[in-house]
């Protein structure tokens, strides 16, 4: 790349994830030229959309799984970042508190020196029937509130953005001007599964179905595993190991409202984006028994959602690709304009699961170190 060529990168997708990597990027790389294509915004009509994660997440961090040193990484400095964003009310804590029903070595869990103010649940502090306990000081987001002040953070520094569906990663160098040279992030989260040249077949949907209420005086996160009790969470629960049924959980959000997050399915491979009635009667009601609060008369029900959350086998991809254009494939999309053959630098960033938030930050940085080390190798 010539010192005077600004480098061009196409993030495609406007999730998270997607917009997370551009706030990264145009931080660090101010005179990189930047365009985000994606399908959904989060504008208006794109917050309402049921065609990607992002809009329907808690958004808290938790921990999910078993200690994985990557995805510590990514979380320990998403989770520092968010800390750091407190003064801006765009992120509240929550107490939580995680009990388990056998007995463990609390101290000794992989996620005690990560979020805040770690202690181990003293006996008479643990509900009937439960062996051990932790609480700490955990963080949480309103996606509907955090994605538009991303999106116009980022248009306000220059990011171009612009609205369209790929049918193929070869689209991409489209946006580069003069010799065709520059980077593609691919954030396509479930788009990736079809997305021409790419067709990740590992990638698959976990359904979640939720309930958005406005709950006067709610502040701690909870979350229990069906029929085992107060203040417990399942540590089998991991989008590593592929979470299935239901948990109740419920996250108070960064709102003026009150608004609460009330959980929800982990449904592998489901697709279904309609709202099933008997599942949100049962998220209601398990919800109810633990939680008082929903019984105040000032408690509303603002909306039932479902959202995809896009996982994949193996965790997050993260890491570089060329590709060789014209792409073998690209005879099945529409030919748009002449093409010369070149090659195509892709850094994916995609299949996050259920852990898109609670990773944006740490995996933003990956990607970016990532994009800078393939263009300029010997830096
Ligand atoms: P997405 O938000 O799906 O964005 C994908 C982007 O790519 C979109 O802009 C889309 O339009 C675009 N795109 C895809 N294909 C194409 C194409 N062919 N052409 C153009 N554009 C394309 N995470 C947490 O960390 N904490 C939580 O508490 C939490 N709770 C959740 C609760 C629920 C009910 C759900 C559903 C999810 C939850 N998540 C949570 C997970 C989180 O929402 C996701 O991990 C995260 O939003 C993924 O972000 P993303 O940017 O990878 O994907």
Redesign the pocket.
Known sequence: QPQDTPLQVVI???????LSTAHVLSTRYPSYKITV?????PDEAGLLSQ????P?????W?PIGDYDERRYKMELKTFNTLWDMLPTGLVRTLDSRICFAEPVDVGKLWYKDLPRDFRVLKTEELPAGLAAGVSFTTVSLNPQIYLPWLYHGLRARGVHFVR???ESIAEAAEYFNGNGKGVVVN?????ART?IGVEDQDVFPIR?Q?ILASVPNMHQFLSYPLGAGPCAITLSIGIWEIPTGHATYM?PRPSPEGHVLI??TFQVGNWDLSVNHDTGKGIWQRASEIEPALKDERTRIISHNV????ARKGGPRIEAEWFKLPLQTDLLTKPRGSQTPQDLLVVHA?G????????SWGAAEEVVDILQASVQPNA
């Open positions: 495609l997708g406007a999730g998270v994830i997607g294509v994606a399908r959904d915004l065609a990607w994660a992002s329907w997440a808690g958004a808290d938790s369209r569906k790929f954030a396509t989260a479930l788009g997305l979640g939720t996250i959980g929800g959202g995809l959350r896009p995609y996050f699961g259920a852990a898109g938030y609670q990773g």
